[in-house]
């Protein structure tokens, strides 16, 4: 046996990514020579100012765009490379979405917004679903449209979606930024539960106790990241 454990990449690892757009004639650079690696199982929350460039990055990590230069490999696969077709299966087989508006299907019920991710990867689902739906302990509202749910009970009927395929990765974009305080403090405690079971997780918040859940912070100001710090104990 070799004395030196086995070193795997990182999930995800981000060099001098830079993303800038034109409005007019004037450039502005969204996000700034980011450099950053995050572990499988990690759980990092992306915090700073509006208008930092925290959903810019988001929006990379997740495919929903390409960087102007700069790389990004997740689970060792440079997506930065990829055509738009190739980033959009890498997405539906890799990254689960958690978003603050929810973005559930209204006509749909818990349960078939749960699945409707997997129609589209055309896999069964109905035995995960059962699975999701105790999981985020909307078991007892499976049948109930969203105009029925909870502000709570929508947020967690959008997690159990982001998870229905099994995701490398969870993305979540201000995920308690519609909640009150007890019921994000749910969404939250749900998050850290998830990641004990070793999911990884990137989250951009302004809620500072969602920010300290994770266990590790990337501070992003005017597109560039400041320091990463470890989340207080």
């Known amino acids: 046996m070799s004395p030196n454990p086995p070193t795997f990449p990182p999930l995800v690892r981000a060099l001098n990514l830079t993303k800038h757009y034109q409005r007019g004639r004037e450039q502005v650079v969204a996000l700034n020579q980011a450099t950053f690696e995050v572990a499988e199982g990690e759980f990092v ?97 499976r049948d109930h449209r969203p105009d029925q749910l909870s502000g709570g009970e929508m947020q967690r009927t959008a997690i159990a979606r982001a998870l229905i395929n099994q995701p490398r990765l969870l993305l979540a974009d201000e995920p308690t930024g519609n909640l009150d305080t007890a019921t994000g403090a749910a969404i ?41 710090t470890a989340a207080p104990v």
């Open 45 to 141: 929350a992306i915090v700073g100012p509006s208008g930092a460039g925290k959903t810019t990055l988001l929006n990379l990590l997740g495919c929903l765009d390409v960087p102007s230069s700069g790389t990004l490999s997740l689970a060792g696969e440079p997506v930065h490379r990829l055509t738009e077709r190739a980033r959009t299966r890498w997405r539906r087989q890799h990254l689960g979405f958690v978003f603050q508006h929810f973005s559930l299907i209204p006509t749909l019920t818990v349960a078939e917004n749960v699945a409707l991710p997997a129609v589209f990867a055309r896999r069964g689902a109905a035995a995960r679903v059962d699975e999701l739906v105790q999981r985020v302990g909307l078991a007892a509202r």
């Open 188 to 228: 939250i405690a749900l998050f850290q539960e998830l990641n004990a079971a070793g999911l990884t997780i990137i989250a951009v918040t302004h809620n500072p106790a969602l920010a300290a859940a994770a266990t590790r912070q990337l501070h992003l100001h005017d597109g560039r990241i400041l320091a990463p």
